[in-house]
């Protein structure tokens, strides 16, 4: 089994962009939930049709169905080389049925991009306008940072205590500055 990282950060820390490029670099999948949602209602699998009626209802999908499809995902030959965590967990809750779904511990390494703030909401706010993205106000962007704080950052203060690697990252600069950065401490910590 190879390196099994679990990306962390707040919304515009660079999370999906990083990850794929690591992806790349190291030859194993990189698993975004939202994109794993998307394929199975796609594919049309058992859990994508019941994702589906979900989402089409306006419903977030509950846990046990994300943690289910993550599960399955992680059980397919391409990840067990090793993978890369998206978007997933987000909370201890889903961290704890995560491992337990896998009979084991999901993650080995966590990566932490931090990056500042305002330097997040500007990112976000470039977004919104270069995506069109007309919920995404200030106000919104606001609220899902802080939901990040309340919910998944305590995330790097769980996994540390379960014998999980953590990897704390300056997510300010460059994709490639932050991107050399991530590459370091992993070899580092190979």
């Known amino acids: 089994?190879?390196?099994r990282i679990l990306f962390l950060g707040p919304q515009g820390s660079g999370k999906g962009t990083q990850a794929s490029r690591l992806s790349a670099l190291l030859g194993v999948p990189h698993?975004?939930?939202?994109?794993?949602?998307r394929q199975a209602v796609a594919e049309g699998t058992d859990l994508g049709k019941r994702a589906e009626a979900i989402m089409a209802a306006g419903d977030l999908v509950p846990d046990d169905l994300v943690v289910a499809m993550v599960a399955e995902r992680l059980g397919k030959e391409d990840a067990r080389c090793g993978f890369l965590l998206d978007g997933f967990p987000r909370t201890q809750a889903q961290a704890r049925a995560l491992d337990e779904a896998v009979h084991g511990d999901a993650v080995d390494t966590v990566v932490l991009l931090e990056v500042p703030h305002e330097e997040?909401?500007?990112r976000l706010l470039k977004r919104a306008e270069e995506q069109g993205r007309r919920d995404d106000t200030p106000e919104a962007i606001s609220r899902r940072l802080e939901l990040y704080r309340e919910e998944?950052?305590?995330l790097a203060d769980y996994y540390p205590q379960h014998g999980v690697t953590l990897a704390t990252i300056d997510g300010f600069g460059t994709i490639d500055e932050v991107f050399v950065r991530i590459a370091m401490a992993l070899a580092g910590d190979a």
């Open 152 to 154: 998944t950052a305590p």
């Open 120 to 122: 997040l909401m500007d």
């Open 1 to 3: 089994m190879g390196r």
């Open 31 to 37: 698993i975004s939930s939202g994109d794993m949602l």
